[in-house]
DNA sequence: CGATTAACATACAGGCTGCATGCATGCAAC
DNA sequence: GTTGCATGCATGCAGCCTGTATGTTAATCG
């Protein structure tokens, strides 16, 4: 009677459904929110039941992680696609910095990423999980400009954070509705600044 | 029997009560989170019942909404009475953001007002209770360097948004253990460095 | 081919939210 | 001042959700 769906083994069978479940999932959260979402709708959405899920998962959180954990790889993925070559390390950073708002433009990454990340999973797994996707690139990247004396030396970790915070939070305002040319524009007066500022370096 | 409690008007009564739910709410979210802390608990704590949480609050939304409010009123005014006179307007810039950070270590108010409240709220609503209070300082006296020169000309609106959000992950950053003395310095870098940056400024 | 384990569905317990109902007290008008 | 209404608040209920325990089918392995 299954036969196309019986003929699975074990092995894809596991990977086929958390794959349907993550989707799910990431559709509805996207649309509503993790908070407004129900795993029964999840899992209805899925054509599946909720005993898959607390089978594949340990919990709602648990999935929400798998979730994030994906767009994070996936926005990393295209950054590097997206900035191979560059002129200056500043430019580069630049030219990263423009291909992370790209990025994040697809519809529900903010929120994923930016909102209920954040504030379900807390700052702690989040910033592990930045650390290995999204901010590492940036990371690089002051570090090299640093290397090569085109921007000012500061504290590597803590300026990888907020410069990240701020591109965070052009993404989102970008999202609702604001002027992106100028947000662009703002981001990299912030970066050229590091650039161009030695004078007061007397710390 | 209950006569000093008897004693108090209608108008009296509600400010009490609205206070002891804002402030046994406040406690709880800080201590646990707004997800896992129901209302229940809540009414216990300020020796209330449900009731009395639904006559005045909409709903529990509306609650976070009235702590998160109030939280970031007294940011505000810790904030003006910290930085009264600066030197220049950069300093004053660098000036507000310290004392923005003292007041952010308060415990709690990152997650109130970084976490919970524009996941709960959602970040329209976080955005106009920060343009009241939080983001207000930080704009005039972006506003006040570009006018004076001191700084390079970059969209306001969208820069103080950037630089609020850089400020944000400061605070969230020095909570979670990290150097408070680099996280100053790379805040302070950011901000030198826009005054120095009139290299790039051809737009 | 029998036994074990994995994948999944179903049923259940506890808790929580929001609302509707009910009561008691403050308040205003006559 | 007492009559009537509105306000402040407690209690009970309906619906939903989460996490878990139990049962069933299908795959894997000796």
Do not use: W
């Not at 086929?16 to 709708?41: H, N, Q, V």
């Not at 209805?44 to 929400?64: C, E, N, P, V, W």
């Not at 697809?106 to 999973?121: F, K, M, N, S």
């Not at 090299?144 to 803590?158: K, Y």
């Amino acid at each position: 009677m299954q036969q196309e769906s019986a003929r699975r083994s074990n092995r894809e069978r596991t990977e086929e459904t958390r794959e349907k479940l993550i989707a799910a999932a990431r559709r509805l959260f996207i649309e509503k929110s993790y908070a407004e979402t129900g795993t029964p709708e999840i899992v209805r959405s899925a054509g599946l039941t909720r005993g898959a899920l607390y089978h594949h998962f340990a919990d709602k959180q648990a999935l929400l992680q798998a979730v994030v954990e994906r767009e994070a790889e996936q926005v990393a993925k295209e950054i590097e696609q997206g900035s191979d070559d560059a002129a200056s390390p500043v430019r580069a950073l630049i030219d990263g910095g423009r291909a992370y708002l790209a990025a994040m433009t697809e519809p529900g990454r903010t929120r994923l990423l930016l909102l209920d990340g954040p504030a379900v999973l807390g700052r702690a797994r989040m910033d592990e999980i930045d650390s290995r996707h999204g901010n590492r690139t940036l990371r690089e990247g002051l570090a090299a400009a640093m290397r090569a004396g085109a921007i000012r030396r500061l504290p590597l970790d803590p300026l990888t954070g907020l410069l990240g915070a701020a591109f965070d939070r052009a993404a989102l305002t970008i999202e609702a509705g604001a002027d992106a040319d100028a947000c662009h524009r703002a981001l990299a007066g912030l970066i050229e600044g590091l650039s161009a500022g030695k004078t007061g370096g007397a710390d």
